[in-house]
């Protein structure tokens, strides 16, 4: 193999408003091989690097991280995608934190003194931390919230002031001390260990006024004096120290914005002087810890810096953009973090950029400055992004990634130990008590970053603190938001610790070390009965009104004029006869019959259009040509062995409306309509039932609540719908059964739903009652006792108490419930996603009055193009579902389909097919579920890539491929007879990797090749003897 390395080239950039700047161009790394559970490097990709090293950089030059953005473009879809069942490293340190002055209070009490944040918030700010969660008086409490994670580690920080009231460490506070020292020991009683902050933000109010705060060179000292107190007095029980928090923050909005304490709007050169300042002070006393304390104590020091993410504004991953980019994160994080961890020395596009603004480190300085860091102390939170002046995204878009960040710091830092010592998110406001879903999906999603970044990307991230323990003052925002895993009740006396959902999914998170592979989730082999139906569905066909053939309706005669214009010249006086008109006449159907020929599917449903029938809505007028093509569509169908499945009637369907005089009427809010669906369906089993044996009344009918005109009276549609259905049922079982020897049903929209808060009660019972309303709704009075689900009646009455007018439901009489109760053959069920559902108890109802739930997102789901949440599982439980409450019913999968954009290799819709039909699988191996067939949705893309099997010019996809083989296996057999396919990416399993595919044949090209040249040494060797002996 032949490895070519470049080295690395430089281009020059140019800022708006700014000078030039030149920075790296960065060399392009190749993307990981993932496992589909996810957890380690492929051989192949491995053995790359081996002989390739130089693919991976490990010198921390300035510049690396460029590649982050190209590598995060390029990664392996939808594998890299996929949730990672995997775990953390063994050791990994599992962390929650806080912070002083956000949680402490007792601002005058036991000899403190005050703080800049004290003043800057009694005079600027309409809240403050005087009192905040009161840890000063609530340790044990505190305590008890920390053995009830079950974290390793602790970070807290010690207000400066409170161990030395002015700052100075000639006057001490013993009863300061004795607290913090008092919190170690009893932290090191529960075997959880301390991370100490020396310094967050609460500069000692006398520094400030006595020397003007950090702009002041001399608090470098007066800073190293009290760290070096503290490695003193507190370090032989404490191994991870935190110099500083987030001196970005602290410089730019402490001393040029004003934005936080100690409030001052300096000059342009002020924040940058400060950081100077702030950077020296961590030298400093890092290099205290390392001469005189580190051989005792055996600890280690490091900075906590934050940082945001940025990426290219419109998507384009271009040099230019990505030197953007690359400076934006210089220019906050690269600020502290390129002297501290590599040479000294500010980043060149600050230098370049800020000019004279810039201080500079002299010779001296900078070697005393660099690698003065033990481990990379990562702060990514709402501050880093709240905070962020806009004009250092240079014109950028903010992106809230961490895993990207975690894989820039790991290039540009020289694979630096990472411990993210403060991550979490401040979605939930001031009135969120518990159930704080809105902070624990972000925490989630932090986390599988975290553990994508170790397992995918080879980042050595070391632990992970949660931020923060419990509710705080939130600096510039007050109290107006919550970020603790603990709720507590400012208000009350007690301050009581109260854990929050986040604080449950936390704890199981540390029990489990991360997120292990679930049996459940496993894929299985094996196949499904000979007669289970492999289907496709199609929402609707495009009627051809007449023929597309003209030659066999023009009865005039033609001869080719070969001697003269060469074209077909009309014979006139001759006319010939016409034959009748015949189904292969229509294109359309033997294209499209062609393609689902190709799929080797055995069914094929479609809707019918009761507008293209009857126009006037009732048997007065039926347009015979369409109901024509409608017959050759099932008759080619059937003449190529493809079972059609017919829908009568689409409501949600914007291009098959009522008819006109209908909806003028008023629709389906009139009972008139009821009898005209019965007597366009009796037309429909006349003219077509004889080649139909499987009939669907109405396609998602349940879906009706969403349409905009029907919206404020759903319940009265959908009451006319159930009842417009069992009438139908009851026509054809009555009256056309016998003869056509049929099955007829209706197919429901039903879409799985689990609680957002798995540990909320309200959630749970949310996500059940959103069940009964989507799907009871119609199953039940169908499929169960006849009537709505009880828990709709339940509510309605609820509702209806309180004042909800609106809450609606029409009852069944007594006839009409005997005639609703079993009128389905078999469940039919158009499935595509799973939802997650919060009960808001403030909030008004977001999609009528039954439901008073939000609809979230679960981001660290796969995902489709459209937002349509990939969860093959949910498939599983609502068959389930379906089983426990109607028992044993056939049940047919009549859609199930996803949005891929890609126009060919729809990689998505792959994994999509193969991991919900092997759901399909698992209920019917391991759950016993009666399931008798499965459609795939659908035959091929109607206006752009989205659904469809093929393009909308009728090219294949990847997927019918894959689609065809499950088809022709008959699901997932074990036999080796069966020819192998990879349904994940080429690189997630051994058996799919391209150099294990052609390992025969590259064994045998190897002993040919070894023959082949024992065969010529022979020959050549024989020839020359002969040659010689001639001689």
């Not at 005039?556 to 009748?580: M, S």
């Not at 409306?657 to 006349?686: H, K």
Request: charge should be neutral; aromatic fraction near 14%; proline fraction near 5%.
């Amino acid at each position: 193999m032949l490895c070519v390395c470049h080295s690395r080239a430089h281009s020059t950039i140019f800022f708006p408003g700014r000078s030039s700047s030149t920075l790296p161009r960065a060399l392009e790394t190749p993307s990981h091989a993932y496992h589909t559970a996810g957890n380690s490097m492929k051989p192949a990709a491995l053995a790359l690097l081996i002989l390739c090293p130089c693919l991976v950089s490990l010198d921390g030059d300035p510049g690396s991280g460029e590649r982050t953005w190209a590598r995060f473009a390029s990664l392996p879809y939808p594998e890299d995608k996929l949730f990672l069942h995997g775990t953390f490293p063994e050791g990994f340190m599992w962390s929650v934190g806080t912070s002083a002055y956000q949680t402490e209070g007792a601002w005058q009490q036991s000899g403190r003194g005050a703080t800049v944040w004290d003043t800057f918030t009694h005079k600027l700010l309409s809240a403050n931390g005087d009192v905040a969660s009161e840890s000063y008086h609530n340790m044990e409490r505190d305590i008890s919230a920390i053995q009830t994670l079950g974290v390793t580690h602790y970070r807290f920080s010690i207000a400066w002031s409170r161990v030395f009231p002015d700052g100075m460490v000639s006057h001490r506070n013993e009863a300061g001390l004795n607290f913090y020292s008092h919190l170690i020991q009893r932290l090191r009683d529960i075997g959880v260990e301390p991370i100490v902050t020396l310094y967050h933000w609460d500069l000692p109010q006398a520094l400030q006024d006595k020397y003007g705060g950090w702009i002041n060179e001399t608090l470098v000292d007066r800073f190293s004096e009290y760290a070096e107190f503290c490695f003193k007095a507190l370090g032989d029980r404490v191994k991870y120290w935190i110099t500083m928090d987030n001196p970005y923050a602290l410089a730019w909005h402490g001393y040029g914005t004003g934005k936080l304490a100690p409030g001052i709007q300096g000059a342009p050169n002020v924040p940058y002087i400060v950081a100077h300042n702030l950077i020296k002070a961590h030298s400093k006393t890092w290099h205290i810890y390392n001469d005189r304390f580190r051989d005792s104590q055996q600890g280690h020091v490091s900075i906590a810096l934050a940082s945001h993410w940025v990426g290219p504004k419109d998507g384009d991953i271009n040099p230019e953009a990505v030197q953007l980019c690359q400076c934006s994160i210089n220019s906050v994080l690269g600020w502290f973090a390129k002297p501290i961890f590599l040479d000294g020395d500010y980043p060149a596009c600050m230098k370049d950029n800020l000019k004279s603004l810039l201080p500079v480190f002299n010779v001296g300085e900078k070697a005393e400055i660099k690698k003065t860091a033990d481990f990379f102390a990562l702060s990514f939170g709402p501050l880093s992004f709240r905070l962020l002046d806009s004009n250092l995204l240079f014109n950028q878009s903010k992106k809230y990634l961490l895993r990207q960040l975690l894989y820039w710091i790991h290039t540009e830092y020289n694979n630096s130990k990472i411990f993210i010592v403060e991550n979490g998110w401040d979605d939930s406001s001031s009135s969120t008590k518990t159930e704080d879903v809105y902070n624990m999906y972000p925490l989630k999603r932090f986390l599988m970053d975290v553990l994508k970044a170790i397992k995918y990307d080879g980042v050595d991230v070391i632990g992970y603190t949660a931020w923060s323990l419990v509710d705080g003052f939130e600096w510039d925002a007050g109290y107006s938001t919550r970020r603790g895993l603990f709720y507590i009740d400012f208000q009350s006396k007690e301050k009581e610790r109260m854990p929050k959902s986040s604080a449950f999914f936390y704890r199981q998170v540390i029990e489990d070390n991360g997120f292990p592979p679930v049996p459940e989730n496993k894929p299985i082999t094996g196949t499904f009965p000979s007669s289970f139906v492999w289907g496709i569905s199609e929402d609707v066909v495009q009627v051809e009104t007449t023929p597309t053939t003209p030659q066999f309706v023009d009865r005039n005669i033609y001869k080719w004029d070969i001697n003269g214009t060469g074209k077909l010249v009309k014979v006139k006086g001759v006319i010939g006869q016409v034959r009748g008109g015949q189904c292969t006449d229509y294109s359309t159907i033997r294209q499209e019959v062609y393609l689902l020929q190709n799929t080797h599917a055995t069914h094929f449903q479609f809707s019918l259009n009761w507008s293209l029938i009857l126009p006037t809505g009732n048997t007065t007028q039926v347009i015979r040509a369409n109901l024509r093509y409608y017959r050759c569509y099932i008759s080619e169908l059937l003449r190529v062995n493809v079972t059609p499945v017919v829908v009568l009637y689409h409501p949600t369907l914007e291009d098959q409306r009522l008819p006109s005089m209908l909806e003028d009427n008023g629709g389906w809010t009139n009972p008139a309509t009821i009898q005209a669906f019965v007597e366009y369906a009796r037309l429909c089993f006349r003219q077509l039932g004889s080649k139909v044996k499987f009939w669907i009344t109405m396609s998602e009918p349940n879906g009706i609540k969403h349409l905009l005109g029907y919206k404020r009276n759903f319940t009265i549609v959908g009451h006319n719908l159930i009842k417009a259905h069992a009438l139908v049922w009851h026509l054809y079982n009555n009256e056309f059964r016998k003869t056509q020897q049929g099955q007829i049903s209706v197919s429901l929209h039903a879409d799985w739903v689990d609680p957002a808060d798995p540990f909320s009660r309200s959630d749970i019972e949310a996500a059940a009652r959103t069940l009964e309303f989507d799907i009871g709704w119609f199953a039940e009075p169908i499929f169960g006792n006849g009537d709505y689900p009880f828990i709709m009646r339940d509510w309605q009455s609820q509702r209806q108490n309180v004042g909800w007018h609106n809450s609606y439901l029409p009852n069944f009489s007594d006839e009409e419930k005997r005639l609703i109760h079993g009128s389905g053959d078999f469940v039919a069920l158009n499935h595509y996603t799973t939802h997650i559902v919060h009960l808001e108890g403030q909030a008004e109802a977001q999609a009528g009055y039954e439901f008073k739930v939000q609809h979230l997102k679960d981001t660290t789901w796969l995902a489709s193009p459209g937002g349509k949440a990939v969860v093959p599982g949910g498939l599983r439980k609502l068959l389930r579902w379906i089983k426990s409450k109607y028992g044993n019913v056939p049940i047919y999968i009549t859609s199930n389909g996803i949005d891929d954009d890609s126009p060919s290799k729809d990689k998505l819709r792959v994994y999509y097919i193969q991991s919900y039909i092997n759901e399909v699988l698992k209920a019917l191996k391991l759950d016993g579920v009666n399931i008798h067939g499965y459609f795939a949705w659908a035959l091929r893309d109607i206006d752009k890539p989205n659904y469809g099997f093929y393009t909308s010019n009728q090219a294949a996809k990847l997927s019918v491929e894959y689609y065809r083989r499950i088809v022709d296996n008959g699901g997932f057999p074990t036999s080796k007879n069966t020819s192998t396919k990879c349904y994940q990416d080429l690189y997630s399993s051994a058996e799919c990797n391209p150099l294990y595919l052609r390992k025969q044949s590259l064994i045998f090209a190897l002993c040919t090749l070894s023959v082949f040249t024992a065969t010529m040494f022979i020959i050549i060797y024989y020839s020359t003897k002969r040659c010689r002996k001639y001689k």
